[in-house]
Antibody, heavy 119, light 108 residues
Framework: DVQLLESGGGLVQPGGSLRLSCASSGFRFRDYAMAWVRQAPGKGLQWVSTISGSGGTTHYADLVKGRFTVSRDFSNTYLQLTNLRAEDTAVYYC??????????????WGQGTLVTVSS | SSELTQDPAVSVALGQTVRITCQGD??????ATWYQQKPGQAPIFLIYFDKERPSGVPDRFSGSRSGNKASLTITGALAEDEGDYYCLSHDSTSDRLIFGGGTKMAVL
């Protein structure tokens, strides 16, 4: 079974940093791009970032470019969040793309991890 | 514009057919993907490449695209189909993914 499990969320002050992790199992990890999608409370889905299967290519939404960094290792995907703002408060989902490069065909999602930015 | 616009809410009588639309200039060039999300749950991959269904998705869900508009049709809606539906497109020029604002569907 393909499984994704996010962790690392929590309460952080404005301007602070956090590192989210997504542990993957049940598939050949390097064959698939991995994405982060977030959802603010009561709001819609917003794509944040995608990293290619090789890890050599990264993509970011304009809203987070320069503040967030996506990376991956053998079976985990990470999202480093820095200079956090109140508007970054959201559930952050990790999702598996269908190809090694970005397509948006996100077939499997984790359960999400909540990031709350507040003083 | 790279925005995708969806109606905020639709409703359908149990067993009837409903169409959820997604409109944006980007859809003139790129295909649409659809996701379903139920309260408190992660999204589910519903339709890709405008009209293709991943394995396991019931055939009452179908998709289409024409011009700058994509549609998700649910034929014979069930109570379990209630939830939020999001369209998405991949802007290959900028390599960005763009979600629509979502449509909340109620089954009456």
């Amino acid at each position: 079974d393909v499984q994704l499990l996010e962790s690392g969320g929590g309460l952080v002050q404005p301007g602070g940093s956090l590192r989210l992790s997504c542990a993957s199992s049940g598939f050949r990890f390097r064959d698939y791009a991995m994405a982060w999608v977030r959802q603010a409370p009561g709001k819609g889905l917003q794509w944040v970032s995608t990293i290619s299967g090789s890890g050599g290519t990264t993509h970011y939404a304009d809203l987070v470019k320069g503040r967030f960094t996506v990376s991956r290792d053998f079976s985990n995907t990470y999202l480093q969040l820095t200079n956090l703002r109140a508007e970054d408060t959201a559930v952050y989902y990790c999702a598996k793309d269908s190809f090694p490069t970005l397509t948006g065909w996100l077939g499997t999602w984790g359960q999400g991890t909540l990031v709350t930015v507040s003083s | 514009s790279s925005e995708l616009t969806q109606d905020p809410a639709v409703s359908v009588a149990l067993g009837q057919t409903v169409r959820i639309t997604c409109q944006g200039d980007i859809l003139s060039s790129y295909s649409a993907t659809w996701y379903q999300q139920k309260p408190g749950q992660a999204p589910i991959f519903l339709i890709y490449f405008d009209k293709e269904r991943p394995s396991g998705v019931p055939d009452r869900f179908s998709g289409s695209r024409s011009g700058n508009k994509a549609s998700l049709t649910i034929t014979g809606a069930l109570a379990e189909d209630e939830g939020d539906y999001y369209c998405l497109s991949h802007d290959s020029t900028s390599d960005r993914l763009i979600f629509g604002g979502g449509t909340k569907m109620a089954v009456l």
